[in-house]
């Protein structure tokens, strides 16, 4: 159920936050894509995106983005 009064689009302060929140966003995602690949059982398709993956979450826990 939408508002009356609710804006249509979001604000530039929303924007702002997703694009600050966007590269955790996509580590999260590449975390989602390797679990998907593994449960569909296409095994090279999931280490490969395990490792990216993997390669994502050290950005995560790095200070500054340094790997």
Request: charged share 35%.
């Amino acid at each position: 159920m939408r508002r009356r009064n609710a804006p249509s689009e979001p604000s530039r302060r929303d924007l702002r936050s997703i694009e600050a929140e966007w590269p955790q966003i996509e580590r999260e995602l590449a975390v989602v894509d390797a679990e998907c690949r593994a449960a569909a059982g296409d095994e090279l398709a999931a280490r490969r995106a395990a490792r990216a993956a993997r390669q994502a979450q050290r950005f995560t826990y790095a200070p500054d983005g340094a790997a």
